[in-house]
């Protein structure tokens, strides 16, 4: 019974401690919330900036880079846009005359072509110059005939004003001892492609379309381009020419 009694008492004696110091209590509680939020404000500030590299990393879904914001604003289905070359600046590259590059692309491809020759490579062309209602027909017309949708049929064909043929620089390029290969995939195992692999650049031709390639158009071993002076150059790496001297 005396055991029993000392509880409420001791309780008593506590709740008179608490209600005495009230006010203190409440000052403690109020000023070590304070603190914590002081405290856990700056711990936050430190961590986002030691965590900030990581957590860029993070936020970016797709390791493949993009497309400059340039490439962004004005591509359609990844293509980018290109005004048509003047008949007056093209040139033949073939004794019919049907297929047609600019002047200096039209030179280079021909010093390319005779050069493979004496190598034993037949460097065909296939496509150079091309308008842009030519691509309309390409475009649409095979579009509806293998009843392709839009998405699908801009992996493997340029909507028109969006294709490299219109600015006479490019040009598709097939084996000349196996036309089999010709505009397929199967043409990065001919003797052709070897060569040109080797020794495009020195004409300054590249592939346009290589595998994965940020404008996310089908690999396509097949399709040249000239780079080898100002205008083709600008028409091709203008965006890329202005990042850098934004860097500058
Ligand atoms: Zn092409």
Known sequence: MRRSD????????????????GIPFLLFILTT????AILSFFLKIFMD???SPRTAITTTPNPIPTATPTEKLDNILGHLPYAEAKQEALEPITAKGHIRLRKSAAAKFLAMQ???RAQGIILEPISGFRSIQEQKYLFFKVKESRGQETTKRARVSAPPGYSEHHTGYAVDIGDGKN????LNDNFERTDA???LEKNANKYSFEMSFPRNNVQGVSYEPWHWRFIGDQDSLETFYKAKEL????KL
């Open 33 to 36: 919330a304070v603190g914590v």
């Open 179 to 182: 036309p089999s290969s010709n």
């Open 243 to 246: 990042k850098k001297q934004t």
């Open 114 to 116: 005779q050069d493979a």
């Open 49 to 51: 900036s030691s965590l």
């Open 193 to 195: 492609f070897h060569w």
């Open 6 to 21: 000392d509880i409420p008492e001791a309780i008593r004696k506590r709740s008179y401690k608490k209600s005495s110091n």
